[in-house]
């Protein structure tokens, strides 16, 4: 969003492109809205998602919790005050010495998907809380999913009540929908999915009592997405639907949502070209790209919406491409971008919606080119 | 390649995984075999694929030219107390006030490949030479290519012609077949298209004298490409029948070839894992990846060999996952590696022929992960 502050900002034109400018007061506002519309559902902060201090020390004192990918996102939370009881160490695939600073430290849940890892954790960090992450349907996300993080539910509902023979505390389950997720519906299979392992491992004498819903609330980019409602309405109806007889503690792992429209990255035009003189395609050459904190743009993922200073005028087709000498830094060649044809060298663009999984994504320097610059206001 | 330098130096299992070390003798000897195969032919290194100092300095101890990509690149060349005559601004795509920066340094040779790039360089750097990149069928590359450098035969040859009216000294050409070029072939179809530009150029009183053939020259990743002097043999070939009759100055800007196999990735094996009862193939999650110094593994175009401590035992089907908590971030999955059956967690493996293209495109600090650590040797 280019919030009045991020207009502000902008207007005094005092940094160098390409840079992130990040209003926290929609941090705070999206935050907010999440809490609202799932009362009683705990936030765990993606930190991954955006791991600037200013946005944690935001949440801190909101009082939130934080997901977090590894020992240095913990001991970042940690510095900046956060307690260790509102942290989950949520990667399921861990060093083991990592899971052992973690215990150290004072955290105390920790997710898995597999044996091994659970017996890294039983090792590392005997009689602490666990959950497992199991796989369910993404499709209709536009960050693709994979099977990477999860196992199959039968899996998970053996690897919960194995978890009591290994000391450990088996709480529950998690699952991830997918990342910009289109199809709010996704939800009640996934839900289906958890109160099944629920269920398996209750008539295993294995009662679970942590339902972590994970992430997958989108960001508005070029296309709108489905609204946060329409999330939060499907996950509100399942869970009545499916676990009201029981008594749980449901928390999300919003990243993106928390982030994302909060952020924009102000870029510049270096070169406007053409290859060919059959082609009337032109090129557009901006200085951000694929290794500069866009790589949600790989296969044209994440489609951003872009602001140019000339809008509203007549537009023509393009492939955008990004400022390294690599062949394939291009943002967008195959999804019918265009941009007006008064866009010049020099112009500044802006590219909404970028707060999330950008600049801790920067190269430390590819073609010499320094990270991305950030800026919080 | 495992050199007995690298050798010695993982013997003595001093740093913590994940890490590139180069062995600097192979770097060297590569340098030499190029300048040897192809007598009379300039070598500029491409610095982007590698910048680490210690690279850097032994081929300006080889009087090597440098091929850059940024000011950053240039300004560190010249640290390195390199002549800004042996360096070329060889991006096609500039902010103008690099070029004016490049040419306050000393700088005298400039790419462009548009009208609008070479207006900028006859502003910001009168008088320069300057060349003009044309595109050139690159099928057969490892690592893609697009049209994102480099302008028709026809567009090259009337810039050439029009740099002369903006006070600039049109040297030549350059191209490029594509990156771990398994081609050769296409040297020759290359070749004949710049003679081409020569000659237009030449009926309009412009006369060339500049070739820069680019790289292309491959590193050996799991599938053996063709060596070096398939490559050489071809250019020597398409030289002696199509620029004979020319005296000209010949130059390639080879990076992988230099420092591609010069280098190993050490790195862990976090964790081993099934996700289905019904599917035997395992999931192996590595301390390296994507976003950490792996980016060629983007759609597996580059395909690493990789070593373990079992090599000659029983191997069986994986994914080979990275350790961020990204879901794309995979090296291989649909590439039909095998893995051996007795790979466990906390196992060393080598990722060999990584020292092009790797650590400088690690993140920042995606998921909190440092960059990847680099030891020059």
């Not at 919406?305 to 005028?313: F, G, H, R, V």
Request: hydrophobic share 40%; net charge negative; proline share 6%.
């Amino acid at each position: 969003m280019l919030t009045k502050k991020i207009q502000e900002f902008l207007s005094k034109d005092q940094f160098e492109t390409p840079f992130l400018v990040v209003d926290l007061d929609i941090v705070a506002k999206n935050y907010q809205k999440l809490v609202d519309q799932l009362p009683g559902v705990d936030v765990f902060y993606a930190v991954k998602a955006n791991p600037a201090i200013p946005v944690l020390e935001l949440l801190r004192d909101f009082d939130s919790n934080f997901d977090t990918a590894s020992i240095q996102e913990i001991e970042l939370c940690l510095k900046l005050g956060v307690s260790p009881e509102c942290l989950s160490f949520g990667h399921t695939v861990k060093k083991e010495r990592d899971i052992l600073r973690a215990f150290n430290l004072g955290v105390k849940t920790f997710a898995f998907d597999s044996l091994p890892e659970l017996e890294k954790i039983a090792r590392a960090a005997p009689s602490t809380n666990v959950f497992c992450r199991f796989l369910t349907p993404n499709d209709g996300a536009d960050w693709p999913l994979t099977d990477k993080f999860g196992c199959s539910p039968d899996i998970a509902a053996d690897l919960l009540c194995q978890a009591v023979g290994l000391g450990l505390n088996p709480l529950g389950v998690s699952f991830h929908i997918g990342s910009q997720q289109k199809k709010p519906s996704n939800w009640s299979i996934a839900l289906e999915k958890a109160r099944r392992i629920f269920d398996v491992t209750s008539e295993r004498g294995v009662n679970l009592s942590f339902l972590n819903l994970g992430g997958g609330f989108p960001s508005q980019y070029r296309v709108p997405s489905c609204n946060i409602e329409q999330h939060t309405e499907e996950i509100k109806k399942g869970m009545k639907k499916l676990f009201d007889d029981k008594v749980i503690r449901a928390v999300i792992e919003p990243g993106r949502f928390i982030v994302g429209d909060a952020g924009i990255i102000q870029s510049e035009v270096v070169l406007v070209s053409q290859k060919k003189y059959s082609d009337h395609k032109r090129w557009v050459y901006l200085d951000i790209g694929k290794f500069g904190g866009l790589p949600e743009v790989l296969n044209e993922a994440i489609q951003y919406e872009i602001k140019t200073p000339y809008d509203n005028e007549k537009v023509g087709p393009v492939v955008i491409a990004g400022p390294t000498c690599d062949e394939v830094d291009i943002l967008y060649d195959h999804s019918g971008y265009q941009l007006p044809l008064k866009l010049s060298i020099g112009d500044k663009i802006e590219i909404l919606s970028a707060g999330a999984y950008s600049a801790s994504y920067s190269s430390v320097g590819f073609n010499g080119f320094p990270p991305l610059k950030e800026y919080y206001i």
